[in-house]
Structure formats: C-alpha cells, structure tokens
C-alpha cells in the first residue's frame, strides 16, 4: 500500500492507494509548527478512522513546496512507518520533459499535474490549479511540460481585502447573484468570483492558442468545482489528478 503525501502552503493531502486504486484520501490545513511525531499521531487516527492499518504501508512518496516541512514529514516516514520517502524534485525520472528557462524552479506539485494530466488526458492540455497560487500548467502535443501562469488564488485575493480595507468583510467566496452588485459583499463577490472566472478564461484561451490543437482543460484544488461551473473553459474537474501523478512518479522511480 503506497502512502502518498502531498504537501502544499495551505493544505497537505495525504492518499492510500492499492493496487486498483485509492482506498483513502485527506485534506488537513498546513501546520508549520508540527513536529514528526504529531504528524504520525495524526496519520495513525485517519487510518484508524477509516479502518485501514498503516503497517500495511510499503512505501511512501512525498511533495512539498514548503521546504521547512519536507525533512519533517520524511522523518516522520523514516521513524514511524520505516520506510525512505521518494521526494519528487526536477532531479529525480519525472515522465515528463521539462522544458522551461530553469527547471530547478518549478514546483513539485507542478511535476506531479504535468504527469497526471499527460497519463489520463493527453497533450495538449492545460492543468489550472485552484490552490493557495492558481497555476496553470501547459503540456504540449508531445506532453512535454512548457511553462504556465502563475496567479494570486482566490483565498489570497479575498483576505487582501479584508486585511488591507477598513471596511471590506470577510465573505463566502460564491457566485453573487449578478455582476452589478447591490451590496458590498455582492460587489466583492463579483469581483473576486467573477473576476477569477475572467483571469481563467483570458489565460485558458491565451495559452491554448500558443499550444495550438484541440487543448484539454482540467481542475484541481479547492475550488475548482465552483469555479468549473462557472465557464466553459474548463472542461473536466481532477481532484485526485496530483496525488495520481505522485504515485505514478513513485513508481517510475522504484
């Protein structure tokens, strides 16, 4: 059973899969501060919740962008499940060419889309990434991975305002009920809502022109669903799609 972890700056997911397919997968907020030891006891209680045995783990693959969590998740791995992590960095077999300026650059979790998108949906194909960053990820007809976009998410956006107004609230972060807001939060909920779907719109339709072809769109992250919904520029909506390409880069690395 591969345990599969995926550490970003907002959330961390972790994933249990066996041959057939994942069993179990969760989403917990990024904690900085957590030692290896909390980190097991955590792990240890989702499996018992789900009724799995985490002695029946044979491996582990781990991507982080938060470089001061790595070593601590890795230990966690090395103490209390006995096993070296596989760390996915530009070093290691990725299945995918990277053909950027300075591919020491990209983000682990960047790697992990290119290869889950080119293994179920072929290049062209843009990746958008609703995470702390939304990221947009190009594969090319070959699916080589070359470049992206990179944007304030949504999350960012919205507790700019708050923070940096002295009377903008905190608001759900929905569709308002049209583009002309009647209210305050209808207003930021038009502009950030609606806003975003214009920013995946303008750069889907930008980068799959440079791509050129019949392009592929996929989602991920926390609110790909509600945006997807939103505009037909996204075509399919992949929640598992990052922690697919982390199995898959485990396995080419066996």
């Known amino acids: 059973m591969l345990l599969a972890i995926n550490v970003n700056n907002t959330n961390t997911s972790f994933g249990l899969h066996r041959e057939g397919g994942w069993i179990a997968h969760w989403r917990i907020a990024?904690?900085?501060?957590?030692?290896p030891d909390e980190l097991a006891m955590l792990l240890r209680s989702l499996c018992?919740?789900?009724r799995l045995s985490w002695s029946e783990v044979s491996g582990v693959a781990l991507s982080s962008v938060v470089p001061p969590l790595t070593p601590v998740f890795a230990e966690m791995s090395r103490r209390y499940l006995g096993h070296e992590p596989l760390v996915v960095s530009n070093t290691i077999r990725t299945g995918v060419r990277i053909l950027i300026d300075y591919p020491a650059e990209i983000g682990a979790d960047r790697i992990l889309n290119a290869l889950g998108a080119k293994t179920a949906y072929g290049g062209p194909c843009i990746v958008v990434d609703f995470g702390t960053a939304t990221t947009f990820d190009a594969l090319s007809a070959e699916g080589d991975y070359v470049g992206g976009a990179i944007a304030p998410g949504l999350g960012i956006a919205a507790e700019a305002l708050f923070a940096r107004t002295a009377k903008l609230p905190r608001i759900e972060l929905?569709?308002?009920p049209a583009a002309i807001g009647k209210n305050t939060v209808h207003a930021m909920q038009s502009g950030l809502v609606l806003g975003y779907v214009g920013l995946i719109e303008t750069l889907v339709g930008r980068i799959g022109a440079e791509l050129g072809g019949q392009v592929k769109v996929v989602a991920t992250g926390g609110m790909a669903h509600i945006l997807a919904e939103m505009t037909p520029a996204i075509q399919t909506v992949d929640p598992m799609i990052t922690l697919e390409g982390l199995r898959l880069i485990y396995h080419l690395n066996r």
Request: net charge neutral.
């Open 48 to 50: 018992d919740y789900a």
């Open 174 to 176: 929905t569709a308002p």
């Open 30 to 35: 990024t904690d900085r501060s957590k030692q």
